[in-house]
């Protein structure tokens, strides 16, 4: 069973960063689609960033030029370097992955919180 582990959330200031991270683990032959998406209390869970065969990236509007995305093939994991962090960022966060059979999961979820 493919197993994804989330780390780095936490609490910052208003204009902070954070870098979350994801590793992949289990029976992968390869993956298509890595990415990161949030749910806020109250909303709909909505893709932050992705990255498709290894280099193509998709940011929300929102994000854009504040969040970069980064995979390593090698380790399976999939990076979210997030700066100049907004209140309005505050969610849970979730790793998820598409494999080359199709087969997709998803993490846990871990907490960021941007104060202002």
């Known amino acids: 069973q493919v197993q994804l582990v989330e780390s780095g959330g936490g609490l910052v200031q208003a204009g902070g960063s954070l870098t979350l991270s994801c590793a992949v683990s289990g029976p992968i032959d390869s993956i298509e689609v890595m990415g990161w998406y949030r749910q806020a209390q109250g909303k709909q869970r909505e893709l932050v960033a992705n990255?498709?065969?290894?280099?193509?990236?998709n940011y929300a509007d929102s994000v854009k030029g504040r969040f970069t995305i980064s995979r390593d093939k090698v380790k399976n994991t999939v990076d979210l370097q997030m700066n100049s962090l907004k209140p309005e960022d505050t969610a849970v966060y979730y790793c998820?992955?598409?494999?080359?059979?199709?087969?997709?999961?998803w993490g846990e979820g871990t907490q960021v919180t941007a104060s202002s």
């Open positions: 990255i498709v065969s290894g280099y193509l990236t």
């Open positions: 998820t992955v598409i494999l080359s059979d199709l087969r997709g999961a």
